[in-house]
């Protein structure tokens, strides 16, 4: 099943190589993307108490129009 979707994404005349060079760099970016977001939710994760409260007191000072 995997060959045969491969070869028709390959096209007639395609690259059935040139298809999985193709999709192992779309999963290895995709996977390097994720393990960023992940770095970068547990940045906000670790701070997000001490930044709430910077935020509530600097609110504090925020003028009502």
């Given at each position: 099943a995997t060959i045969r979707v491969i070869t028709?994404?390959?096209?007639?005349?395609?690259?059935?190589?040139?298809v999985i060079e193709e999709a192992v760099s779309v999963l290895a970016t995709a996977r390097k993307r994720r393990e960023r977001?992940?770095?970068?939710?547990?940045?906000l994760d670790r701070y997000a108490a001490s930044?709430?409260?910077?935020?509530?007191?600097v609110l504090k000072y925020q003028v009502r129009l």
């Open positions: 028709e994404l390959a096209g007639k005349n395609g690259n059935r190589s040139r977001d992940n770095r970068d939710r547990a940045i930044m709430n409260k910077d935020v509530a007191d």
